[in-house]
């Protein structure tokens, strides 16, 4: 049987009050060189800075692949007044556990704007309305306070610490694990932001 591709199906995209969520593309590029070139961005990270503009048009041209084989389902995340300010997405998909990780950075200036809620929300829809996940999963670096305080804040739950789990640079870092199940999802704040959700998931995401 043929693999349906993105060129196939309407791709998926996503839109909140202020954000949309959109698969990134050649044209992006340079934005998103600027964005993840900040070392303050990428710092607890275990890629990154971008040193190079080929960076993200490596990054891009692997997203279709990826998409397909059920290893990242990463998105844009696009003010519709400002432009791309971020990426979040899911991967370390388990469809026998029906289970992903959601991962997300953002441009500085957008630290504390409300846009990681947002954006969360957007993905949590996705995933527990239209994937059928029953959980997400995130990490956090035990020193990136602003990341752990951002996760308590939707609604995600800390459940454990992780030792020596991702190395930036020559440096190994320990990282808390976040939870939050379909329960916590439509308990949480998040479940309240009004998402719209357009668009064909790829099949390998498509749990229900």
Do not use: C
């Not at 969520?21 to 992006?28: F, I, K, M, Q, S």
């Not at 995600?156 to 916590?184: K, S, Y």
């Amino acid at each position: 049987m043929p693999v349906t591709s993105d060129h196939e199906r309407d791709p998926l995209v996503l839109e909140g009050p202020t954000l949309t969520l959109r698969y990134a593309a050649v044209p992006d590029a340079p934005r998103l060189f600027e964005l993840a070139g900040d070392p303050q961005v990428t710092r607890w990270f275990s890629w990154g800075p971008y040193t190079d503009p080929k960076q993200p048009l490596v990054y891009i041209d692997s997203l279709p692949d990826k998409r397909e084989r059920g290893e990242l389902l990463d998105f844009l995340v696009v003010h519709r007044q400002d432009g791309p300010i971020g990426v979040t997405g899911l991967s370390e998909l388990s469809r026998r556990d029906a289970r992903a990780t959601v991962g997300t950075w953002f441009a500085a200036a957008w630290w504390g704007s409300g846009a990681n809620r947002e954006s969360k929300a957007m993905v949590a829809a996705l995933a527990f309305r239209t994937l059928g996940v029953n959980r997400l999963t995130a990490w956090a670096n035990t020193h990136n306070i602003r990341s752990q305080a951002a996760l308590e804040g939707v609604g995600f739950r800390r459940e454990g610490l992780l030792r020596a789990w991702h190395r930036h640079g020559d440096a190994v870092h320990d990282v808390f694990v976040f939870g939050m199940v379909r329960e916590d999802w439509l308990a949480s704040p998040l479940s309240a932001v009004p998402v719209r959700i357009s668009g064909t998931p790829p099949p390998a995401w498509a749990l229900s």
